[in-house]
Each structure stands twice: as C-alpha cells, then as structure tokens.
C-alpha cells in the first residue's frame, strides 16, 4: 500500500469534501497592457507563460489562468514575486485548508476552454472559475501529492528536453545534408523559377464551411503551414466543387506557395503535390506548372537559401504577404533532369530515415505527456464524502 492510500485510509475513509473554487480562492486580473520586455526584475507572466521582465511585482507564488483569447485557459505556476499581465487570472488562495501547489495541480486537470463564454475570442471569467469544484483532502495528503507531483514534472521535463533536444539535433543534420547535395559549382546553371514554369496562376478561395469529408480534393493555403511537409500525395480536405466559383485545379507535379502567413520567415513555404488525382487549389496560394523532376524542385526550394529568397514578403497590417511576380524571382539550381533524379533517390532515403525518426520522437513526447497526465489525474482524484 503506497503511503497516499494509507494515509486516505487514515484520514478521510469515508471520502473527500469538495469546495467550489470561489470558496478557496480569490481571483483578480493581472494588469497592464503592453509590459517592457527589458529590464525590471521580476518575471511578467502572460496567458502563456513568462513574456519579460518588469521593475514591479504584484503576486508571490500562485497559478495564473489565462483568460482571454488563444491561451484562454491555460494554467501556468508563478514562481516568487512575479508581476501579471492584463490576460492573465491570478489565483490567491484565500483558506488555510489548501496549499497553493495542490491547488494549481488540480487547476491543471480542469477543462477550462470547454466552460468559457464564447463570443469573438474565448473568455475564462470569474463567474465560471468560481463554481468549480475541487476536492480537498487533509493538508498531510496535499502535501504528499505535491511531493510527488513536484518530482515527477521534473523527470517529464527532463525527459521531454532530452527528446526535443534530439529531435532538433535530427532535423539540423537533415537540413545540412540536403542543403549541401544541393550546393553546385559553376557547371550547374541557377534559374529563376520564371524562367523554368510552364504557367504560375493564383488560387481561389474555398471558404472553411465549404471543406466537406467527400468530394473534390482540395488544399486551402493555411494546410501548406500546418499539415503538408515538402512534397505529398494526398489532400487533406475536399470540397464540393460547385459551390466554387471560378475553380483553379493542381496535378502531378505542380508546385503550391502560400502567399499569405504570418512571418516573414515562413511566407511563401511550399509543397508538391505527386499524387493522381486532379485536384482544386485555394486562394491565397500560387500554383506552378513545370517540366523538372517535382521532388528535385521540392527539395531545392526547402533549402536555406531558397527561403531566404522566399521571405522577401511584403507585412501589411501585421499580416505577411508574397505575389507571383516576387515567387518568379527565386532562384534554383537547375542540373539535368538525369541528375535530379540522382539527387531525389538520394534524399528520398535520407528523408525517410530522418522522418521515421522524427515521428518516432514526437510520439515519446506525447506518450511521455500523456503518463504525466495519467497519474497526476489519478492522485487528484477522490471519491467525494457524502453530507
């Protein structure tokens, strides 16, 4: 019998009470809109996290909820004196029968987002936090539970730095591989892709409620950033192609840019699309027709080099932009096209070797995180006393 059980045994046999938060803690919003983000010494925790340094404090060790917006429910740990900005809850815990850590690691377990007002953004307020309730057992069992918890976060995040660290380790020698096979002298002729495009044309936008489970493949130009690696051959999304309005089509072979992004250093990320079917492109995204090897031309446009090129774009209301005519101006490395299928064969294994282990990395991640949470739900779960 582990010493939480004999202590529950001891202590509360018949269950745990549990209070509502309002009865535990008392909430205030931070404060303070725009935060210098150099010198001050005290850490300034946002919604997600620390974001710089202020010369004021206005909390000790306490969680913080984020509660507006993106991180709106997101529960951070204050270290020390610390100062909170306008987007964050902090949470002072009112009753001496609950020690603040304990406190914070159920905080943790709650599903925040799901009971925030929904309107414009998502908004945590105090009339939700407040009707939640935790169970609280004897502050000798919180004490045990937070010992253990305590040691536990640090062997995850020691873990979880481990496989990041490796996994970015992976990902740098696969960049410098590639970008080093597609390094030529001067017998290699470099092009601009105007030059080497059978036709460019741009997109037409299929709206979100318009991606449907069936119907005719298509690619909206965010899905380039977030769910497409250099080359692919198969679409995420379809759409039911007459509800679109002067349809633009991809095949085999074409190139996609999204033009529109939110960094400079992303702008115009591309993909190849080498699957069978014919299929439509969004808007905010270019196409490119061409007659080289597709996966050579992928290849060469995810170098370095070829996104320095790229990320020439023009911000416009904090939004990044490129066209076609700045996407016509990269250049690339042209060998012959027997030459270019050397190169993809070789890459083609290197890449498969660096993404097995890719995936296999980002999995110990989540399976790592999903332990965590497993057993830190389990020990903060109690069964409730009867009144």
Same mark, same amino acid.
């Given at each position: 019998?582990?010493?939480?059980?004999?202590?529950?045994?001891?202590?509360?046999?018949?269950?745990?009470?549990?209070?509502?938060?309002?009865?535990?803690?008392?909430?205030?919003?931070?404060?303070?809109?725009?935060?210098?983000?150099?010198?001050?010494?005290?850490?300034?925790?946002?919604?997600?996290?620390?974001?710089?340094?202020?010369?004021?404090?206005?909390?000790?060790?306490?969680?913080?909820?984020?509660?507006?917006?993106?991180?709106?429910?997101?529960?951070?740990?204050?270290?020390?004196?610390?100062?909170?900005?306008?987007?964050?809850?902090?949470?002072?815990?009112?009753?001496?029968? @609950?020690?603040?850590?304990?406190?914070?690691?159920?905080?943790?377990?709650?599903?925040?987002?799901?009971?925030?007002?929904?309107?414009?953004?998502? $908004? @945590?307020?105090?009339?939700?936090?407040?009707?939640?309730?935790?169970?609280?057992?004897?502050?000798?069992?919180?004490?045990?539970?937070?010992?253990?918890?305590?040691?536990?976060?640090?062997?995850?995040?020691?873990?979880?730095?481990?496989?990041?660290?490796?996994?970015?380790?992976?990902?740098?020698?696969?960049?410098?591989?590639?970008?080093?096979?597609?390094?030529?002298?001067?017998?290699?002729?470099?092009?601009?892709?105007?030059?080497?495009?059978?036709?460019?044309?741009?997109?037409?936008?299929?709206?979100?409620?318009?991606?449907?489970?069936?119907?005719?493949?298509?690619?909206?130009?965010?899905?380039?950033?977030?769910?497409?690696?250099?080359?692919?051959?198969?679409?995420?999304?379809?759409?039911?192609?007459?509800?679109?309005?002067?349809?633009?089509? $991809?095949?085999?072979?074409?190139?996609?840019?999204?033009?529109?992004?939110?960094?400079?250093?992303?702008?115009?990320?591309?993909?190849?699309?080498?699957?069978?079917?014919?299929?439509?492109?969004?808007?905010?995204?270019? @196409?490119?027709?061409?007659?080289?090897?597709?996966?050579?031309?992928?290849?060469?446009?995810?170098?370095?080099?070829?996104?320095?090129?790229?990320?020439?774009?023009?911000?416009?209301?904090?939004?990044?932009?490129?066209?076609?005519?700045?996407?016509?101006?990269?250049? @690339?490395?042209?060998?012959?096209?027997?030459?270019?299928?050397?190169?993809?064969?070789?890459?083609?294994?290197?890449?498969?070797?660096?993404?097995?282990?890719?995936?296999?990395?980002?999995?110990?991640?989540?399976?790592?995180?999903?332990?965590?949470?497993?057993?830190?739900?389990?020990?903060?779960?109690?069964?409730?006393?009867?009144?």
């Amino acid at each position: 019998m582990s010493k939480i059980d004999e202590l529950i045994d001891e202590l509360c046999p018949d269950g745990v009470e549990y209070k509502k938060l309002g009865d535990i803690y008392k909430f205030q919003y931070g404060t303070g809109n725009t935060i210098p983000q150099t010198g001050g010494i005290y850490p300034v925790y946002g919604s997600n996290g620390v974001v710089g340094k202020h010369t004021e404090f206005n909390s000790e060790d306490s969680p913080i909820i984020g509660h507006i917006g993106a991180y709106a429910g997101i529960v951070n740990w204050g270290f020390g004196k610390h100062f909170v900005t306008y987007n964050g809850v902090i949470c002072k815990v009112k009753s001496n029968s @609950v020690i603040p850590k304990y406190a914070y690691y159920q905080l943790l377990k709650q599903d925040f987002l799901s009971k925030a007002n929904k309107g414009s953004q998502p $908004f @945590v307020s105090y009339n939700m936090l407040n009707k939640i309730q935790i169970p609280v057992p004897p502050l000798p069992i919180q004490e045990e539970i937070v010992r253990i918890l305590d040691n536990f976060t640090e062997l995850t995040t020691e873990l979880t730095t481990e496989l990041t660290t490796e996994l970015t380790t992976r990902k740098k020698q696969y960049e410098y591989y590639r970008d080093s096979l597609l390094t030529f002298d001067d017998s290699v002729e470099w092009k601009e892709l105007g030059e080497i495009s059978t036709n460019m044309y741009r997109g037409t936008g299929i709206k979100r409620d318009q991606v449907t489970l069936e119907g005719t493949p298509c690619v909206r130009y965010g899905e380039i950033y977030t769910k497409y690696n250099i080359w692919f051959d198969k679409c995420f999304s379809n759409t039911n192609e007459e509800l679109i309005r002067n349809k633009k089509y $991809f095949e085999y072979g074409d190139v996609l840019f999204a033009i529109t992004g939110e960094s400079v250093e992303e702008i115009a990320k591309s993909c190849v699309y080498v699957g069978s079917e014919k299929c439509l492109a969004g808007g905010d995204m270019v @196409v490119m027709k061409h007659n080289q090897n597709p996966k050579y031309i992928a290849y060469a446009l995810s170098t370095v080099n070829a996104q320095i090129q790229k990320s020439k774009g023009r911000v416009k209301s904090k939004v990044v932009h490129s066209n076609v005519d700045a996407i016509k101006k990269i250049k @690339v490395p042209v060998p012959p096209l027997k030459e270019q299928e050397r190169i993809v064969a070789i890459l083609d294994k290197f890449d498969t070797l660096t993404n097995d282990i890719s995936k296999g990395l980002p999995a110990e991640i989540e399976a790592r995180q999903q332990q965590y949470e497993y057993y830190r739900d389990k020990l903060l779960t109690f069964k409730e006393k009867k009144a």
